[in-house]
């Protein structure tokens, strides 16, 4: 009996695409043209599944193949073959209905998202972008903290351990590669909104055209369940079907045949006394339905329960191309603007994230509840607040409180015992002890130990003493299952989510305890690494009066240079160390102050200190030229240079070029030296001039061939930059050869470093009194030295 059903085999399939191809149609256009409703026997058609033999045909008509091309080859059916085959169309039908009465539901279930502080519902299409997931589940590597330390800050992402993670898989591509998903990931990653975009693909027939899509919110189901008296997710199902007049007989064939694609969200958030009763239901109906694909979502700390024959991926932190693609979508869809305006506010917003200054801003933007927090924050004045704390207070204010709140959910009875505000000091003691000792990976004993001994200090009637290292545990395990604000990065070790997160809280450990926790702040003025704790703590102070001028003190104390101490035993007198060590750094540092006393200028007094301090180091410096100091103080400073300023900044301009000459090089570099020589746009004294003119005119003339000339240069070179030199000390003060050993060198880079930190302290948004501030503007770059110093730096030769 011939087969009332053709399927393409597989050769045909890939001839079947080609020539679909080339008629550039959709799916949905061809099912026209075929004159069918739905797409579903195109879908089946390129899968290879069997089709109705008049659609198949007419199928091959359109596309213009013979079917007996494209077709398995035809086999004789017995009776039983076509009761089979009539049964499973049966099927198909049964599954065209429910999808067509169900497709509202899901739409309306899953079609939109809610987002914390936007007042209207917007469309998923209009805001999701494609996740990726992480195959191996970064809890259960095993690293030890050496592994996890072994990366280079680039590699780091700011210890934000962007890059050390497993290779990344489109999230879909993981649905269609396993039955069974148990997708893991951390507050605010991406889990439900990916639930909801499987579930309007489903429902658009983009994926699992031919199954029904349901999405349950566990939490629901375990609330509803226990109300009813009643844990059968196979009845939960059968409720929502049966006002589309769907018997559980008719969802026992659905499920027999897999039919359903089930879609189960927040496996975490179910009422811990129901969790039990949902894990068993859910072990019963995959063990059962076993044909049907199911999709589970679990923070990654809070999963426990091994779900046999389920595959478990982690959903990987945004990329930079994720969060532009989420950007550009936002200030589009969620700010209300044209298209055009949308893009371009989208734009002003990924180059202000690209600034230095904001990276551990595009560290948060890395989470999607925080990227759109900082969209969200940025909307309004299209700029970041000019205090940071602030917006990292409000990003922990969602994840510590509002984030549960909005889904209405209550978490465990340990971690809840404690308040807010004990909630916020123990995270700010873990941070201050970790990052002062440097750690940004702790064992999870370590972090135990540090929670318990927190714990010991509150009153009795909140801890018990004898489960005091139990709870220490389960707090750990908490902070992390409820907040995402610690980490497990491999087993048993752990860190803060963002390096931003336990700066933040370092800070505010400074801030608590300010009179006699800053002193201590104070002593890592010149460690890099504290940069953003000095900033966030000036910015948090009510009075940042006290942490500013204690900065200046430790900077003060970093400069101060005794001239005289005892005799030696001979008699003579000596010089400690201290001095042995930076003597040419103090000889540099008096002359900048000195040099810029002796000039007239509208400027900050510390802003020209700042300017000569950079433009005087050797080429060959880190800081040779950087003026990003100076224009933090003086930003006028950036744009044209007039008078002496200008002067001194194009005598070490021609300098540079005079040093950097060979005589290879010096043939086609004279126009250029010639030009760095030229000074008549510069309004100049006449013997500063007449002098300078006497040094150009010693030059050979562009028009020697190149030989003369590396030959002038190899006799001359030497001789006429040390008169270049000569002249500019003598009628500028300026050009000296600061013979600057390493040691000096990492000192003078230190001084620097602590003033420009100073500065950007000042001009952090932090609340200080007018009058401290003019004393501290007023001592930047200012030597501080004994009274003989005078004397000691006249006594030095250059």
Request: net charge negative; charged share 25%; aromatic share 10%.
């Amino acid at each position: 009996m011939a087969s009332r059903s053709l399927q393409a085999s597989e050769q045909g399939i890939k001839k079947a695409k080609q020539a679909f191809e080339r008629k550039g149609w959709t799916q949905e256009y061809l099912a026209g043209e075929v004159g069918i409703e739905t797409r579903q026997p195109i879908w089946k058609f390129f899968k290879g599944k069997p089709v109705d033999r008049h659609i198949f045909n007419e199928i091959c008509f359109r596309l213009d193949l013979e079917p007996e091309e494209i077709t398995v080859p035809p086999k004789i059916t017995t009776l039983l073959d076509e009761e089979l085959q009539d049964g499973a169309s049966k099927i198909e039908e049964l599954a065209a209905k429910v999808r067509s009465h169900h497709r509202d539901k899901i739409q309306d279930q899953c079609g939109t998202l809610r987002l914390l502080d936007i007042a209207r519902p917007i469309n998923l299409d209009d805001l999701y972008v494609d996740l990726n997931v992480l195959e191996e589940i970064t809890n259960q590597r095993w690293l030890g903290i050496s592994d996890l330390e072994s990366f280079s800050s680039e590699e780091f992402d700011r210890f934000g351990l962007g890059k050390i993670k497993g290779a990344r898989v489109p999230g879909l591509e993981a649905v269609e590669r396993y039955a069974k998903l148990m997708v893991l990931g951390k507050p605010g990653a991406g889990k439900t909104t990916f639930l909801q975009y499987l579930a309007i693909q489903c429902n658009q027939g983009n994926f699992k055209a031919d199954c029904i899509p349901v999405f349950i919110r566990l939490k629901n189901f375990a609330e509803d369940a226990a109300d009813e008296g009643n844990f059968d997710l196979r009845h939960y199902i059968h409720q929502e079907f049966e006002s589309y007049s769907i018997s559980e007989q008719e969802l026992e064939l659905l499920l027999s045949y897999g039919k359903i694609l089930m879609l189960l969200d927040g496996l975490d958030e179910v009422p811990e006394a129901l969790n039990t009763q949902v894990i068993q239901q859910i072990r019963k109906f995959s063990d059962k339905y076993y044909k049907n694909q199911l999709v589970l979502t679990c923070r990654i700390a809070a999963q426990e329960y091994r779900f046999r024959g389920f595959t478990e991926v982690e959903i990987a932190d945004f990329k930079p191309a994720q969060i532009e693609n989420f950007a550009k979508k936002w200030f589009v869809a969620l700010a209300k603007n044209p298209e055009e305006s949308g893009l371009k506010k989208a734009s002003l917003f990924l180059e202000q994230m690209a600034l230095p200054e904001n990276q551990p801003i595009r560290e948060l933007a890395a989470t999607p509840v925080l990227l759109n927090l900082t969209c969200l924050v940025f909307q309004s004045k299209a700029q970041f607040p000019a205090k940071r704390s602030d917006l990292y207070k409000q990003g922990l204010d969602i994840l510590l409180i509002r984030w549960d709140e909005a889904r209405g959910v209550k978490r465990d009875h340990i971690y809840r015992n404690l308040s807010l505000s004990n909630k916020l000091e123990l995270l700010s003691q873990l941070a201050a002890i970790t990052f002062e000792q440097g750690r940004y990976f702790f064992e999870e004993s370590t972090i135990g130990e540090l929670i318990a001994d927190y714990l010991r200090t509150l009153p009795k009637n909140q801890v018990n003493a004898p489960s005091l290292e139990l709870d220490s545990t389960a707090v750990v395990k908490s902070i992390e299952a409820q907040h995402g604000l610690l980490v497990e990065r491999a087993r048993q070790i752990y860190s803060f989510s963002h390096l931003t997160f336990q700066e933040y809280f370092t800070a505010r450990y400074f801030v608590i305890g300010a009179s006699n926790s800053l002193p201590k702040l104070v002593a890592h003025l010149t460690e890099k690494r504290w940069r953003e704790v000095f900033l966030l703590t000036a910015q948090m102070l009510p009075k940042a009066d006290m942490l500013l001028p204690l900065m200046q003190q430790a900077l003060e104390r970093l400069n101060e240079l005794p001239v005289y101490l005892s005799k030696s035993p001979s008699g003579a007198k000596y010089k400690p160390d201290k001095i042995a060590v930076n003597e040419l750094s103090y000889k540099f540092l008096s002359w900048v102050s000195e040099k810029s006393l002796a000039l007239k200028t509208p400027y900050k007094s510390a802003a020209v200190r700042a300017f000569y301090f950079t433009l005087a180091l050797p080429p060959s410096h880190s800081l040779a030229g950087d003026q990003a100091l100076t224009l933090l103080i003086e930003p006028q400073l950036g744009g044209k240079l007039e008078g002496e300023l200008a002067l001194d900044l194009a005598l070490v301009h021609a300098l540079g070029v005079a040093l950097a000459l060979t005589p290879e090089l010096f043939p086609n570099r004279l126009t250029a030296l010639s030009l760095a020589l030229d000074f008549e746009h510069l309004m100049v004294e006449e013997s500063i001039k007449d002098s300078l003119t006497e040094v150009k005119q010693q030059l050979p003339k562009q028009d020697q061939n190149q030989d003369s000339l590396k030959e002038w240069w190899q006799v001359n070179g030497t001789a006429w930059v040390s008169q270049l030199r000569t002249t500019m000390i003598e009628q500028r003060d300026i050009g000296h050869k600061w013979h600057l050993n390493q040691k000096s060198q990492q000192f003078l880079e230190e001084y620097y470093y602590a003033n420009k930190l100073i500065v950007e302290c000042l001009n952090s948004n932090c609340q200080l009194t007018s009058v401290v501030r003019q004393e501290i503007e007023e001592k930047l770059l200012l030597l501080s030295v004994a009274h003989e110093t005078g004397k000691l730096y006249n006594s030095m030769k250059i």
